[in-house]
């Protein structure tokens, strides 16, 4: 029985040695390659790094620069993504995107039909980096495939809006009506105002996290030509939809009437006070001061913080800040005009 046993054990110990001798053989092998391939690549990065720089200042094409294989066309690829971070003339970027679809699209085409999730994110990273808008078509069928990650979905998206592709609104009308509030913003901040136009007509039917997102897109665009459809949101919605609104009106800093928005400032809800001391504060509406010194007594933080900042825009508001300082018997207040008085210092 004992001799068994060890019989077996033998035969256990010599497998595992066989499989890691083996193991150690196929890195070993592996590692030898790797180091090949990336002198290789080196070799063809030292030989035309300036002769793809000059075509890329100068324009113009090499008849030496035809990659014959992968390996060169990784090359070209990591050439051209440094040139792309460097590169800030629309001419200059202009040429990469050139190269680029000169030498690698196909290779791009391919790989985003790979059934490797890596290979496919990296491709949709370079297709960014280049500006590939000839594989829009591509990435919009990389979208309706069934098992795509919702990480490759979201980042095709962003693409597609980055190129301004016309079937987008499609896509998160009819197809994707369930992204997030955020994944929403991140995809519309792209759009130029031709393409974002189609969500502002479609507002009213739009869901919820769609809405907001446009809102704080116009938010973060600051444009006054929003100006008439920001005011009528507010009026019309209630809730979240009417103070993002008004968020957005803060932020462009410009209304018609400022009557509407001094009665804001009463409000019983702390976020529409907040946000109302700010839009104050951003016209400089005089009518508003004394609000403002009252809601620096607020029982909100958020509000008082606010309201101190409000001051501060006006030409007098360190004056202000600095009476409350000094003469209001409230520690709270106190404090918010000694916090921003001191801002800066």
Excluded at 75 to 83: H, Q
Excluded at 88 to 95: A, P
Excluded at 128 to 140: G, H, M, Q, R
Excluded at 164 to 179: H, P
């Amino acid at each position: 029985m004992l001799k068994n046993e060890l019989y077996y054990l033998t035969i256990l110990t010599i497998t595992i040695l066989v499989i890691l001798v083996v193991l150690l053989i196929y890195l070993t092998i592996r590692k030898a390659m790797d180091i090949k391939n990336r002198k290789a690549i080196g070799q063809f990065i030292e030989k035309y790094h300036s002769v793809l720089f000059t075509m890329l200042m100068e324009g113009g094409y090499s008849r030496g620069l035809n990659p014959k294989n992968v390996l060169e066309q990784i090359a070209i690829e990591e050439l051209l993504g440094r040139f792309s971070k460097i590169l800030e003339g629309e001419d200059e970027k202009s040429r990469l995107t050139e190269l680029a679809s000169m030498y690698l699209l196909e290779r791009y085409r391919k790989q985003l039909k790979s059934k490797r999730w890596s290979k496919r994110m990296n491709t949709l990273y370079h297709i960014e980096d280049f500006k590939l808008t000839l594989l829009n078509d591509d990435i919009y069928l990389l979208t309706q495939k069934k098992k795509l990650s919702h990480e490759e979905l979201i980042h095709s998206l962003r693409i597609l809006a980055l190129f301004q592709y016309e079937f987008l609104f499609d896509l998160l009308i009819t197809r994707y009506q369930n992204l997030s509030e955020f994944e929403y913003r991140t995809i519309l901040v792209r759009l130029e105002q031709k393409q974002f136009e189609k969500y502002i007509l479609h507002f009213h039917k739009s869901s919820q996290s769609l809405q907001t997102a446009i809102l704080d897109v116009i938010s973060i665009k600051k444009e006054l030509n929003y100006l008439p459809f920001l005011e009528k949101i507010f009026s019309v919605y209630k809730g979240e939809i009417r103070l993002r609104a008004l968020k957005a009106l803060s932020n462009v800093g410009y209304v018609k009437n400022t009557e509407p928005y001094l009665e804001l400032l009463y409000s019983s809800k702390w976020e529409e006070r907040m946000i109302a001391a700010k839009l104050i504060g951003s016209l400089k509406e005089v009518k508003g001061i004394s609000r403002l010194i009252e809601l620096l007594h607020d029982q909100m933080w958020w509000v008082r913080f606010q309201a101190g900042e409000a001051i501060c825009q006006f030409p007098n508001g360190h004056q202000i800040l600095q009476e409350v300082l000094e003469t209001s018997k409230d520690v709270f207040a106190r404090d918010m005009a000694w916090e921003w008085l001191h801002k800066g210092v």
